[in-house]
Every structure is written in C-alpha cells, then in structure tokens.
C-alpha cells in the first residue's frame, strides 16, 4: 500500500522531472530555425563541377533532353557560373513537399528515356551537390523583368536560424532592394546539406549595373549600417555570377 508521503514524493518527482524537461526545452528553443513558409514547398538546390573543356558539350547534351526530365517536376532555373567560378552549373527545382519529391525520384529513376540520357551527361561530371531548402517567409519566389544575368550569394552563418537572424537579414536585403539597381529573386534557407546556409538570388540588367550598383550601395548610409549589424552572425560569404542557360524558365 502506497502512503500519503510515497505519493506525494513520487509526484514530486514526477513534476520536477517535468520541470526539467521544459527547462531543457525552452534552452534549446532559441536554436530553432524559426518560421518557414507555410505552404511547406521545397527547393532542391544542384550544383554540378562539369570537367574542364565540356560546358558547351554538357549544356547541348541537357538541351536536348532537358524536357524528358520536367515532365515530372517543375525546373525553376539553370544556370552556368561565369565569375565566381569555373565549369560550374547550377539549378533549381521544386517540389510541392517531400512526398512530392519522392516521387518524382521513383518516377525518374524508372523513365528509361531519362536514364539512357543521364548516361551520356554524367560523364562530364566531376561531382555534383545537392541541397535542400526553403524560401524564408517573407520571401516569395521573384521575376525578372527581362534577360540578364544572375548574382547567387551564399552565406554561412552562426547556428540559430531566422529566429536570430531573421530581422538584421532582412534589413540588409531591403536597403539593397530599395537602392533599385537588383531585384530579388529568392532567399533560401537549407534544411539539408550545408546547414545555416543562406543562398540568395539575385537578378541584374546586365554586369555593368550590378558594378554601378554595388558601388552606389556601400555610399549609402542605410546599406552600410545595415550590413554592419548583420555581420555578426556571418561566417563566411561567397558569391557566383550566373548566365542562364536557353532552356532555363528564368531568363
């Protein structure tokens, strides 16, 4: 038989166990990533090293059969690096969620037009890298006005995600935005691969005004205190010009 002072120990115990529980939680809690996208769309983010000599080869050959492979999902855009980098190639697809993409894989690795095609490109790999992620919320995926060339910007940050990130990151994007020499094409947030990893995607008229721009950007007051204050969380940032492939949706 239990006594009064067995129960009330055991549920003592059981409630500092409790406690402790949520004390463990709510210290872990600021590591979160913070909100994403409630639509719960991902974006498969590919970056291929095509060997020396064969990016003209390689882009003819993904031409020709590039179709064969968005019947079963959709290609947000294709891109070869021009500064930044060399014989790199890099796209992005996207899924409505991880379901969706599962079964485009199935679906890929089973169309035999598509394998006997990839037989042929993967040849004229080095390797290939794959990430995925998700637009920040406040982000939704942009349109260029016309042809022109592409910045992708990829930055390294301290762990804790857009919860401590979040505003100074924003702020900074903004007062670039607001200069009107680039306009924003997506913000991503990797959930797998390099994680706190940012890339952001960026469209200009041609590299002329992206030069102009930058240049006009660090006199600007706003700009500079802006990327002051979010430097602190940056660990390391690097960046790649990028030309659009003819089959590319974003031009």
């Known amino acids: 038989m239990i006594t009064n002072l067995e129960t009330i120990i055991s549920t003592n115990y059981f409630y500092a166990f409790v406690s402790l529980k949520l004390n463990v939680f709510q210290a872990c809690s600021s590591f979160a990533t913070g909100p994403r996208q409630e639509l719960g769309t991902i974006y498969e983010l590919r970056t291929y090293d095509i060997k020396p000599a064969k990016t ?7 031409n020709k059969s590039i179709k064969i492979r968005t019947v079963h999902s959709q290609m947000t855009g294709f891109w070869t690096a021009e500064f930044g980098a060399m014989n790199k190639a890099f796209h992005i697809w996207k899924y409505d ?14 169309d035999k037009e598509w394998q006997e095609k990839l037989a042929e490109i993967l040849p004229l790999l080095d390797k290939q890298h794959m990430e995925i992620a998700y637009l920040v919320p406040w982000c ?6 016309k042809e022109g060339v592409y910045e992708l910007v990829t930055y390294q940050l301290k762990p804790g995600g857009p919860a401590l990130w979040g505003n100074s990151f924003k702020a900074a994007i903004d007062a670039h935005v607001s200069k ?9 947030h990797t959930e797998y691969g390099f994680l706190n990893t940012v890339h952001v995607l960026w469209w200009f008229e041609n590299p002329d005004i992206r030069a102009a721009g930058r240049h006009m950007a660090h006199e600007d007051a706003r700009v500079v205190a802006a990327v002051r204050e979010n430097v602190q969380f940056l660990e390391t940032q690097k ?12 031009k």
């Not at 003209?56 to 993904?62: M, N, P, Q």
């Not at 009107?180 to 991503?188: P, R």
């Open 239 to 250: 960046n790649m010009l990028l030309i659009a492939a003819s089959f590319s949706p974003l």
């Open 140 to 145: 939704e995926l942009g349109t260029p006005p």
């Open 180 to 188: 009107g020499y680039a306009k924003l094409i997506g913000f991503f």
């Open 97 to 110: 969620n991880f379901a969706h993409r599962a079964a485009v894989r199935k679906a890929v690795v089973n």
């Open 56 to 62: 003209k080869e390689f882009l003819e050959l993904v």
